[in-house]
């Protein structure tokens, strides 16, 4: 759940994909994202280090590399979102050909100038070096010495940030605070000294950093939490100091520190963890030691997304003493910042941003921000000059399952296999009146799927019933069931579908409550967490249990309209897409049924 992709795949795109076979696994340990996302992780500056090599852009952020491809075209603007973040962005030569690795000392033969060689080759060869030796040495440094203690000038303001009036007067008042320290403290008011900004991923936490240095006209000194517990010994705790040192001559400042549970997370008592345990304890003491000049104060602002996991020191009075959450935003908010990002983006007459936060639920600001983005490309893609509901929609399924790739070709007879399988989906999701409404199927090969069937809610959902959740199983299992149902085989393109059935019938099982009919029958498989190792074989029982009634309640539901599903997968073989307007066209009216009957009724 940490991930915000797999919320949004998982929670709110219910994409059921049928898994390619063979998955040729790409690169070893880097995670390919889309470029979208590489830009706005680089505009929002979270990345530690962020390099262009060979067409690729690499990012690193903590433990964790994200790689994406990068076309020359493009690299002006990773240039721009990496100055906008603030991260040093390290252009490298491609280190795939040995030549290429030293064009500038090459270059001095590229020169195709055969009567001055002579002169020339020496410089060249010097410049190169130089030019390769200073890469180098940027490199490097960048990779041990990243500390930013240079502040930058944040030009953001509160306005960026949207969706956020809850807090918008607490931020207000930290701003205001290391504006004008005088006003507040005739009155006696004490400078918060640490502030905790917590939340999901991408809800705006960074952004609200840099508009509360902005905001109040302050030098903004950031770091990444990730930063101070690497290798060398005795390094973090240095780097602690260093930046707080420049912090406070800069003062009046603003501090962050982004994922601060990479130095600040509970101790566990371990001898492994002194090298962190050192960089927390020099944290601390920065914090208490700030007897700093009143009129020139210095705020902390650090941001976590597992304030539960932080050591309670940190949280100790004096020191990050004020906690203030950031959610994730309802409707209302993601209209907003839709607004925001749609500002300097010319959006169809037809299309309104409340259409938009209609179709976003659950999805995060940087979320929206890289939604916005996509549909921007989508519409100059189908060289139209204005986005419509179209084009986000596309947008959305394409940042969830990746783009689609229509020139890998499919066999009929594969093809068929896969309509079938994707109708099944499609099917036992309209008729269970508990999934959402499908919004698209095909039999288009998308990222590592070879066809996708994709259900998105109308509306915001924090729960599920136990209801939903039955029928979310079986529709991912439908796939597989009407493999089995037409041809009496099945393939391996399920392998998907069932690690996902399996993941939800174990949570609803050992963490939901949700194995039985009742809550009593539930908790007598078992209490969450499953205690002993004989609880363990029931709620497995039990989970699969649940997996093989979702089985056959898709079965019975395909053999039921297994003349529907022939020929609507015949007619998605003919037209390898099929939208949500057609979709009830073609499979009918859906059943009806309200979710809570006694609210209803109430
Ligand atoms: P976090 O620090 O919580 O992970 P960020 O502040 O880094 O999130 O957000 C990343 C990007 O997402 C921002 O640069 C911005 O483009 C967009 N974003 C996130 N939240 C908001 C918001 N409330 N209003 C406008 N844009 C937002
Ligand atoms: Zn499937
Ligand atoms: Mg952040």
């Not at 280090?49 to 852009?57: D, H, K």
């Not at 240095?213 to 302050?218: D, I, K, L, Y």
């Not at 650090?302 to 940190?314: G, I, K, W, Y």
């Not at 989970?543 to 309209?561: F, G």
Request: hydrophobic letters at 45%; aromatic letters at 4%; a negative charge.
């Amino acid at each position: 759940m940490r991930n915000r992709w797999t919320v949004l795949i998982a929670a709110i795109v219910a994409v059921l994909a049928l898994n390619v076979g063979a998955t040729a696994a790409s690169g070893a340990e880097q995670t390919a994202i889309p470029l979208t996302r590489a830009l706005s992780m680089l505009e929002s500056g979270s990345p530690d280090s962020a390099r262009i090599q060979g067409g690729t852009l690499l990012l690193r952020e903590g433990e964790r590399a994200y790689s994406t491809p990068l076309p020359a075209s493009l690299s002006e603007r990773a240039l721009d979102a990496a100055e906008a973040g603030g991260v040093t962005l390290i252009v490298q030569p491609p280190r795939s050909t040995a030549a290429a690795d030293e064009p500038e000392a090459g270059g001095g033969g590229g020169l195709d100038i055969v009567g001055s060689i002579q002169e020339w080759a020496p410089m060249a060869l010097l410049g190169g070096l130089v030019l390769v030796a200073w890469l180098t040495l940027r490199t490097a440094g960048g990779a041990r010495f990243k500390h930013r203690v240079k502040p930058v000038r944040s030009a953001t303001r509160l306005d960026d940030v949207a969706g956020v009036d809850e807090i918008r007067d607490e931020v207000i008042e930290i701003a205001e605070f290391l504006a004008d320290p005088d006003r507040f403290q005739r009155l006696g008011a004490e400078l918060p000294r640490g502030v905790i900004l917590h939340g999901p991923p991408g809800t705006g936490k960074t952004l609200l950093a840099r508009a509360v240095a902005g905001e109040a006209g302050v030098p903004f000194f950031s770091a990444s939490g990730a930063e101070f517990v690497e290798v060398y010994a005795g390094l973090g705790s240095k780097r602690i100091r260093s930046l707080f040192e420049a912090a406070r001559k800069a003062a009046p400042a603003v501090v962050y520190i982004d994922e601060i549970d990479a130095v600040g997370a509970r101790r566990t008592g371990h001898a492994s963890t002194g090298e962190r345990e050192q960089t927390l304890d020099q944290l601390l003491t920065e914090m208490d030691g700030f007897a700093t000049d009143p009129d020139r104060p210095v705020v902390v602002l650090a941001s976590t997304n597992r304030l539960d996991e932080l050591d309670p020191a940190l949280l100790r009075s004096g020191r990050f003493d004020r906690k203030i959450a950031v959610a994730l935003p309802g409707r209302e908010a993601r209209q907003r910042i839709l607004d925001v990002h749609l500002r300097s983006r010319p959006l169809d007459r037809e299309t309104s941003p409340a259409d938009v936060a209609a179709l976003t639920a659950g999805m995060a600001g940087a979320d929206l921000a890289a939604l916005c983005n996509e549909a921007s490309f989508e519409a100059a893609r189908a060289g139209r000059d204005a986005i419509d509901l179209g084009h986000f929609r596309r947008a959305l399924l394409r940042l969830a399952a990746g783009p689609e790739r229509r020139s890998h070709l499919l066999s009929d007879e594969e093809r068929g296999l896969v309509a079938h399988h994707e109708m099944g989906h499609a099917i036992v999701a309209h008729l269970s009146p508990h999934c959402h409404p499908v919004e698209r199927v095909t039999v288009i090969p998308q990222g590592q799927a070879l066809g996708i069937t994709v259900a998105l809610p109308d509306e915001d959902r924090l729960l599920a019933t136990r209801a939903e959740c039955l029928d979310r199983l079986a529709m991912m299992m439908a796939g597989r069931a009407a493999e089995e149902l037409v041809f009496g085989e099945f393939t391996t393109g399920a392998a998907d579908d069932l690690a996902r059935a399996a993941t939800l019938a174990r949570q609803m099982v050992t963490q939901l409550g949700m194995g039985g009919d009742t809550t009593e029958a539930s908790l007598a498989i078992g209490l969450p967490p499953i205690p002993g190792a004989g609880m363990e074989d029931a709620a497995e029982a039990a989970a699969r249990d649940l997996v093989n009634a979702a089985y056959r309640r898709a079965l019975e539901l395909l053999r039921e309209n297994r003349d529907l599903l022939r020929r609507s997968a015949e007619l998605l073989m003919e037209r390898e897409a099929i939208e949500r307007d057609e979709i009830i066209d073609i499979l009918g009216p859906r059943p009806v049924q309200p979710r809570l009957e006694a609210l209803v009724r109430a």
